[in-house]
């Protein structure tokens, strides 16, 4: 990296920034010969940010083997060697992936490691796709993401750029979010917790025969069943415990998540830190199936072929896809399991504020959505 000292022997490849008379100055080296510089403004704090922009992007230039050996390139305008300031901040705005990058090394110790190695990398993936960085192009960036992305993920990818621009505000590192007054308006549509399309009892208990026997995917059935039976999230499931069972209830304590060293356990769940689900007796039929002769609290209930963590996105793209063909039942998401044991609770009158203390959601939530999805297998009770 380029070094902020004044006189600092630096490192092949690396620009070093100099105050020479007041003035800041870049020099470095590149075949063989020493090149300097001259940025042409003071030497300030905000001035310095951006010299280091611009010491970064030679820096990168040197690595990727497209330096231009002309210094055009890099030398400022004449208009920069003005005394107005204005002139070089706009020469000097520095681009979108960049602020991305320095943004994203601030918030990564504040976020769950599962949020940056999906979402910020996700937007970083996005912003590296873009074609324009230039905040001076905001508007043509907010239309690539509506035109290339599908509603939901611009959203979240804008919302997200924004952030970052509001950050270096605060860090001095522009002066205005170009994206601080755009919006994108989502069509009405659902999440994964309200794509709700349960399976019937009759489904339910196909696909979990269908596991049963199969050859290749039989070892997944307690795993399926106990989706069924207590509605949870498979990231809970996953992440469950020997431990975790007592004689009376299921404890959910921690979830399965993605993080930037692949599949992890972390504290607390998806919308609360715990939960407790009653030990029923479909529930203890299953875990009884699969109780080991000899129990080490710390194992994970139910584990791959392999003994390894269950990558749900890996069974749901093979064995649950392969077991729904097999019953010829049209596809829907593996987390319908959870959906098909609340809307059956729903169906046997059972309050909707318990079924939410089970499920880890909310008696509106399935007052709203679930109660919606039965009205076709509800009867009017007998009024004679």
């Given at each position: ?43 300030t704090p905000n001035n310095r940010k951006l010299a280091e922009f ?142 709700i399309n349960p399976f019937t009892k009759e489904e339910r208990d ?179």
């Amino acid at each position: 990296m380029y070094s902020k000292t004044h006189g600092k022997k630096a490192s092949k490849g690396s620009v070093v920034i100099l105050n020479s008379n007041g003035r800041l100055q870049l020099r470095f080296s590149y075949g063989g010969k020493r090149h300097y510089i001259s940025i042409g403004l003071p030497d300030t704090p905000n001035n310095r940010k951006l010299a280091e922009f611009k010491a970064s992007e030679i820096e990168k230039d040197i690595i990727y083997e497209r330096f231009d050996e002309t210094l055009q390139k890099y030398k400022p305008s004449k208009s920069l060697s003005t005394i107005t300031p204005i002139t070089p901040i706009d020469k000097f705005k520095p681009k979108l992936d960049e602020l991305w990058y320095k943004y994203s090394e601030f918030k990564k110790p504040q976020v769950s490691p599962s949020t940056y190695a999906k979402d910020f990398t996700k937007h970083r993936n996005h912003i590296a796709k873009l074609p324009t960085r230039s905040l001076n192009e905001a508007s043509a960036i907010r239309d690539w993401l509506l035109n290339n992305l599908t509603p939901n993920a611009a959203k979240r990818c804008l919302t997200q750029i924004k952030a970052c621009c509001n950050w270096a505000m605060e860090e001095g590192l522009i002066e205005t979010n170009p994206f601080g007054f755009m919006k994108i308006q989502l069509p009405k549509g659902a999440s994964e917790e309200q794509d709700i399309n349960p399976f019937t009892k009759e489904e339910r208990d196909l696909i979990i025969k269908t596991f049963a026997n199969d050859r290749y995917y039989s070892h997944y059935t307690s795993y399926v069943r106990f989706l069924f039976f207590t509605g949870c999230r498979p990231s809970e499931a996953i992440a469950l415990k020997w431990k975790h069972i007592t004689n009376s209830v299921i404890q959910f304590r921690q979830s399965a998540v993605i993080s930037e060293d692949g599949l992890v356990v972390k504290e607390g769940l998806k919308t609360q830190k715990k939960r407790d689900f009653p030990l029923t007796p479909e529930v203890k039929a299953i875990l009884k199936d699969i109780y080991p002769e000899t129990v080490n609290s710390e194992s994970f209930i139910f584990v791959s072929p392999r003994g390894k963590l269950i990558d749900h996105h890996n069974f749901s793209s093979r064995a649950w896809k392969s077991i729904l063909e097999k019953c010829n039942i049209p596809y829907r998401k593996s987390y319908q399991t959870r959906h098909t044991f609340i809307s059956l609770c729903v169906e046997a009158n059972i309050n909707s504020t318990a079924i939410g203390r089970w499920t880890g959601t909310s008696a509106k939530m399935i007052d709203n959505h679930y109660g919606a999805t039965n009205f076709t297998n509800l009867r009017p009770p007998n009024l004679s």
